[in-house]
């Protein structure tokens, strides 16, 4: 049609107008109303309408008089004489009409608002706060432990961007986290990868940013998206750089990602992560405690302090000037982090202690009291570094760097049997690379069943490692193998008598503490150990080089020795004394662990990191002191 009428024009426009929403309607309301009422009292005007007993009024008064009958016509008793009664009848119908049209539309509009902001695309205008970039089942124990971090802040807030229902987040949060302190949670719905979906959540004022990896099938390809969306969106601006923490689950995908970020990005590789702390904690018992206490919030955290009255100072007496916390390590001007370094070196200009505190007001500088002795070198022979038999049962995408790691500590003829219930062949000759110190083998046959796990012949293994199915059922079906395989070898070692060190890889938290409420065997949780490194990186950029030391084969990693082998046993002695001792052996002590309570949960399974050095302590046979070494000897 090539000519369109007038009704047609003027039906175009007026939809146009109602569709600008609430606010346009209201404007056409007010205007038809104004309208009406000075049409109304220029008619009551000209025709000269009055009740009985009152003179005619002026055209503004008679407007006045219909704009107030639209809005009470209540008083339509009181008017008189026909041809005015009906004039204000039709002006009160009429003012009903709009008034009933004008709640209506502020209902609605009210409605509308309320279901756009449940949408949760609404602007935050916050600073200083937390973003949390996607959703998995990890956000509750990274939020648990900033919660933790937060508890002292006053106007603390995390913010949440993921592609999920608004309400649904918060409903799930309000159910799994209800005490949030002085914290607020704040959820947005959007793509992470969307820049006009990151301007919500104001990242450009945040403190610092947590990219999650996603769940599907390629969520390293996202996370790096999620990258390049918040840093493009702030090249060319005067801003500074934003403090990013990042999930990717391939190693092989670091290089990459690090192109893409640059330095304004931390990552924590989880595979990584996880097999070199399986390795590590299936050589010692308790290592995986240890690892969690350094990881949580809930004990001891990290701090690093410049302190100008130790400059020129041993590394050695800088261990031995803080009554309240553990020395870790120190941090050189250059940005790079030594563990343990060598007892001797001095303390330069600009360089930084780590310490482990249970808050920074317990940081502080204090001399040695009088009467606390001296440190102990007790002999310590080196241990007889014999081949071991190592078990794995089960198989995931971690399996081939655990392999790769475990040939790295173990003496050469050492020998690993992996069994299976999926074949693994194929994933066995391609990813699994060529070893200096281990034999390998492997079949397929169920981990669950008795009398399979029975045929092994448990005896001949020194360490036991058991995966979760990850690439084959989902987490909670995992976690029941595992349960299922890890009761059954506790079961076939107490029949036999046999001490074999036990690790397990649950991935549900709650799992775990199903399995402890017999035994506390070390665990590897891999979610939540990922998500205690991510908020230790959140709080602070700089612990990751201290993780990223302490998980390395080389350099100086958590070891938990003989209390004998540093001080007398049966003897009253204090902290200052294993610590000395410790140093002289080049080592740096962080606590012990008592034998007497491995098995109380109550009481942190013995575990006690960051003890007070003037605190009394009696070692017995079986206790333990946990030190940063290089060596396990």
Not at 317 to 330: F, N, Q, T
Not at 431 to 445: G, R
Not at 558 to 564: C, E, G, N, V
Request: net charge negative; proline share 4%; with cysteine.
């Amino acid at each position: 049609m090539s000519h369109f009428t007038l009704r047609a024009k003027l039906r175009y426009r007026w939809d146009n107008l109602m569709s600008r929403g609430p606010a346009a309607m209201i404007a056409v309301l007010v205007a038809c109303t104004t309208f009406g009422v000075l049409l109304a009292g220029a008619v009551i005007t000209w025709l000269g309408l009055h009740s009985e007993g009152r003179d005619p009024a002026s055209l503004p008064e008679n407007a006045w008089s219909a704009l107030m009958r639209t809005l009470d016509p209540s008083g339509l008793s009181s008017d008189t004489g026909w041809p005015n009664r009906l004039v204000m009848l039709a002006i009160a119908v009429i003012g009903i009409f709009i008034l009933s049209a004008l709640i209506s539309i502020m209902s609605s509009g009210l409605q509308v608002k309320i279901d756009e902001l449940r949408k949760g695309r609404s602007l935050v205008v916050e600073r200083n706060h937390v973003i949390i970039l996607g959703w998995s089942a990890k956000i509750f124990t990274i939020l648990s432990e900033l919660l933790l971090s937060n508890h002292s802040r006053l106007d603390a807030c995390i913010v949440i961007l993921a592609e999920r229902d608004k309400v649904a987040m918060e409903d799930e949060l309000r159910l799994k986290l209800p005490k949030r302190g002085r914290t607020r949670i704040v959820c947005r719905a959007g793509n992470p990868t969307d820049p006009h979906d990151l301007d919500i959540v104001s990242p450009q004022t945040s403190k610092a940013i947590v990219v999650m990896a996603p769940d599907g099938a390629n969520p390293d390809a996202e996370t790096v998206k999620t990258i390049l969306a918040l840093t493009n969106r702030r090249r060319g601006k005067k801003q500074k750089p934003y403090h990013i923490v990042a999930e990717l689950r391939d190693s092989a995908n670091l290089k990459l990602a690090k192109l893409v970020g640059k330095d304004e990005v931390e990552y924590v590789t989880a595979d990584d992560l996880v097999a070199r702390l399986t390795v590590q904690a299936c050589r010692q018992l308790g290592l995986s405690l240890v690892y969690t206490e350094l990881m949580d919030f809930g004990g001891g955290e990290m701090y690093f302090r410049e302190e100008p009255k130790l400059t020129g100072e041993r590394y050695a007496d800088c261990i031995m000037s803080y009554p309240h916390c553990a020395v870790v390590g120190l941090q050189h001007t250059d940005g790079k982090v030594r563990v343990n370094p060598e007892k001797d070196y001095r303390l330069q200009s600009g360089d930084k202690i780590v310490v482990l505190a249970e808050d920074d007001s317990s940081i502080r500088i204090g001399r040695r009291p009088e009467g606390t002795g001296v440190g102990l070198v007790r002999e310590a022979f080196p241990p007889d570094r014999r081949p071991e038999k190592i078990l794995l049962l089960g198989w995931n995408d971690k399996a081939p760097i655990i392999i790769r790691e475990l040939d790295r500590y173990m003496v050469k003829g050492s020998s690993l049997t992996v069994v299976s219930t999926y074949d693994v062949s194929k994933a066995f000759d391609e990813e699994v690379p060529l070893l200096n110190n281990l034999t390998t083998d492997y079949w397929t046959s169920s981990t669950s069943d008795r009398t399979i796990l029975d045929g092994l012949d448990l005896t001949q293994y020194h360490h036991a490692l058991v995966l979760a199915y990850s690439n084959h059922l989902d987490q909670q079906e995992c976690d029941s193998q595992t349960l299922m395989t890890l009761l059954n070898l506790r079961d076939i070692c107490d029949d036999e008598n046999h001490r074999c060190s036990l690790l397990s890889e649950m991935l549900d938290i709650r799992n775990r503490e199903l399995a402890q409420v017999t035994r506390a065997d070390d665990f590897v949780v891999s979610d939540r150990l990922v998500s205690l490194v991510l908020s230790q990186v959140t709080e602070n950029k700089d612990i990751m080089r201290i993780f990223d030391d302490l998980f390395h084969h080389e350099g100086s990693e958590p070891f938990l020795k003989p209390a004998q082998h540093y001080v007398p046993l049966g003897t009253p002695v204090n902290f200052y004394q294993v610590a000395e001792s410790a140093i002289l052996k080049n080592e740096t002590a962080l606590g012990y662990r008592l034998k007497s309570l491995h098995y109380d949960p109550d009481d942190h399974y013995g575990l006690r990191l960051n003890p007070l050095k003037s605190e009394t302590i009696r070692f017995s046979e079986g206790d333990q002191v946990i030190v940063l070494a290089e060596t396990d000897v």
